[in-house]
């Protein structure tokens, strides 16, 4: 399930039905959109704009309850 938003799952390692908790990362996507962006010019602080944008981050799945990673969503995984 291919998603950056909080989903509910049945934990594999402890069996509980939570809802899982996600940590943002920089991907590769977001390295690639700040090394296109700083090629193309834009130097006065724009290569770090992908930083900031949620949208082009790898996001992981965490439980809340046991805090293992349950699966990892990679933004050019296909
Ligand atoms: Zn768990």
């Known amino acids: 399930m291919p998603t950056s938003i909080?989903?509910?799952?049945v934990c594999p390692y402890?069996?509980?039905?939570?809802?899982?908790?996600?940590?943002?990362?920089?991907?590769?996507l977001t390295w690639l959109l700040?090394?296109?962006l700083f090629v193309f010019?834009?130097?006065?602080?724009?290569?770090?704009?992908?930083?900031?944008i949620?949208?082009?981050m790898d996001v992981t799945h965490s439980c809340p309850m046991c805090h293992h990673q349950i699966y990892y969503f990679h933004r050019l995984g296909l």
């Open 6 to 9: 909080p989903v509910q799952a």
């Open 14 to 28: 402890c069996g509980n039905r939570i809802m899982t908790v996600t940590t943002y990362t920089p991907g590769l």
């Open 34 to 36: 700040c090394s296109g």
């Open 41 to 52: 010019g834009c130097f006065l602080g724009c290569c770090l704009i992908p930083f900031c």
């Open 54 to 56: 949620r949208s082009t």
